[in-house]
Nanobody, 118 residues
Framework: EIQLVESGGGLVQAGGSLRLSCETS????????IGWFRQAPGKDQEAKSC????????IYADSVKGRFTISYDNANNTLSLQMNSLKPDDTGVYYC???????????RGQGTQVTVSS
């Protein structure tokens, strides 16, 4: 069974940084796309960062490009998201998720709250 457990959210001032982590288990990294997105109840995914199947490339939403960096540590089965130059608009619940593509629809974690104050 695929399991994803996020950590690392919190409160930060605008311009600051946070690093999110997601402990993964139950699947082989290269067989799926894996990534992060922010989602509010009843809303679409946004602010997506994704590592494609076979880790062929990384994809970033325009809103986070140049500020967020996604990476996967194979030794520790941990997905990370380094978030720099944070803005109040980045506030929300961030989910770690896997899928057959960067739609990331197969499974997601419980989410971690990120709050950026102005």
């Amino acid at each position: 069974e695929i399991q994803l457990v996020e950590s690392g959210g919190g409160l930060v001032q605008a311009g600051g940084s946070l690093r999110l982590s997601c402990e993964t288990s139950g699947f082989t990294f290269a067989e799926y796309a894996i990534g992060w997105f922010r989602q509010a109840p009843g809303k679409d995914q946004e602010a997506k960062s994704c590592i494609t199947h076979r880790a062929e490339r990384t994809i970033y939403a325009d809103s986070v490009k140049g500020r967020f960096t996604i990476s996967y540590d194979n030794a520790n089965n941990t997905l990370s998201l380094q978030m720099n130059s944070l803005k109040p608009d980045d506030t929300g619940v961030y989910y770690c998720a896997v899928g057959f593509g960067c739609e990331l629809k197969l499974r997601r974690g419980q989410g971690t709250q990120v709050t950026v104050s102005s």
